[in-house]
């Protein structure tokens, strides 16, 4: 099955953060606080997914307040933080949600991310990805990670359902 008739089945998208929403680089303060740099780009990819009724979730082994509060400017609830099994995580996500396996997409790049994208219907990797990931996966964006990679994995699900040009459409210049 291709990606495309995969994403056709998504209503779950889980997010790696390091590596997909970010660039995957750390930046720390004097005092030891934590900074990260998303793209605006995503963002709003990931606004108009949650608009069009998708579940949302960020899943990552890392734990920053940081995280914690881009998620809460999203609207996106389901923030799994410090999360060593990732696969268990998003199956007890799924159990909660009541859905499958295969109305699951994983975006991740690197070996911790594996077991979970495995195992839904659609995985998919940033450019950046680590080659092991990339061979597991069914969707390669061209853009890296927290360079517009999670955009275009939220336009291509939603083009997939046909949802693309209502997401778009209050946008759209009016004539």
């Known amino acids: 099955m291709d990606a495309l008739s995969r994403a056709a089945a998504i209503k779950l998208v889980a997010f790696d953060i390091d590596g997909v929403m970010t660039d995957g680089g750390l930046h720390y303060t004097d005092d030891g606080g934590e900074l990260k740099t998303f793209n605006v780009q995503d963002g709003l990819g990931l606004v108009l997914m949650r608009r069009a009724g998708f579940a949302l979730a960020i899943v990552t082994g890392r734990t920053s307040g940081v995280v914690a509060a881009r998620a809460a400017d999203l609207g996106i609830d389901e923030v799994y933080q410090g999360v060593a099994d990732k696969h268990a995580a998003v199956s007890e996500l ?31 990797a940033p450019a950046n990805a680590r080659a092991v990931v990339k061979a597991q996966a069914h969707l390669l964006t061209a ?33």
Request: charged residues 20%; contains cysteine.
């Open 94 to 124: 799924l159990a909660k949600l009541g859905l499958d396996w295969s109305n699951c997409a994983f975006m991740g790049d690197d070996l911790i991310d594996i077991p979970a994208m495995t195992q839904c219907g659609l995985a998919i």
């Open 143 to 175: 853009a890296g990670g927290g360079h517009g990679a999670v955009r275009e994995a939220c336009e291509f699900i939603l083009a997939a359902q046909g949802k693309l040009d209502a997401a778009f459409a209050p946008y759209l210049a009016r004539r």
